[in-house]
């Protein structure tokens, strides 16, 4: 499977906890971006990688929130103190081109 | 405004007829558009992209391209209980995509 892949499909945790999901992107795609989306909503940007370059971050993203992508292939989203307000599925996508994106399944984060 | 606006929907369709979805921006400087098909649950995935004025049609999909109106749309031809999925619409800003919240469409049997 030369797909995005997201770990874990699924994560459960309680408020105030430490959480961390993982993505490994299409190998050759160079650019990798994280979103989150909530129901009935499109998808909101998060941060992008460009190899492992972290070039664009949401103003709308807390402190809480950090991301990585060290050698430029799989990334990391770490979601410090989690809160009720991060659940949410957790979206990670790649693309060579910057514009047509590959997403893998995501992580539905649900924070009690 | 948003800078995608799409209709929420939902946008209910009888099986084998046409479903037509839209999507409005508010950049006139944005030179790519991309529809993405949602099924519940899942990821969005990419199902066609326009760069230029004009029609594109790839199987039963046709998207339709107005920059003087700044508007693009997805047309769905003889459409399928399969069809069945939120669309959202998006465009090409700085090398990111801004997204619209999509338009739910229901394809009825």
């Known amino acids: 499977d030369t797909g995005v892949s997201q770990n874990p499909r699924h994560k459960i945790t309680k408020r105030g906890q430490n959480v961390t999901f993982r993505c490994d992107p299409i190998s050759e795609h160079n650019r990798l971006y994280w979103y989150r989306q909530t129901l009935g909503q499109g998808p909101e940007f998060l941060t992008y990688?460009?190899?492992?370059?972290?070039?664009?971050k949401s103003r709308l993203l807390s402190d809480r929130f950090s991301a990585e992508r060290p050698k430029g292939s799989f990334s990391t989203l770490e979601i410090q103190r989690t809160e009720q307000g991060d659940s949410a599925m957790y979206l990670c996508?790649?693309?060579?081109?910057?514009?047509?994106?590959?997403f893998g399944s995501g992580t539905q984060l649900s924070v009690l | 405004q948003k800078e995608v606006e799409q209709n929420s929907g939902p946008l209910s369709v009888p099986e084998g007829a046409i479903a037509s979805l839209n999507c409005t921006y508010s950049d006139r400087g944005s030179q790519s558009f991309f529809w993405y098909r949602q099924y519940s649950g899942k990821s969005p995935e990419l199902i066609m992209s326009i760069y230029s004025n004009g029609d594109k049609e790839d199987g039963r999909f046709t998207a339709q391209l107005n920059k003087a109106s700044q508007y693009v749309s997805l047309l769905i031809r003889d459409s399928q209980p399969s069809d069945s999925a939120t669309y959202l619409c998006?465009?090409?800003?700085?090398?990111?995509?801004?997204w619209g919240a999509g338009t739910k469409l229901i394809i009825k049997p």
């Open positions: 998006a465009v090409s800003k700085n090398y990111q995509l801004i």
């Open positions: 996508a790649s693309s060579d081109t910057g514009e047509k994106l590959f």
């Open positions: 990688f460009q190899n492992e370059a972290q070039l664009e």
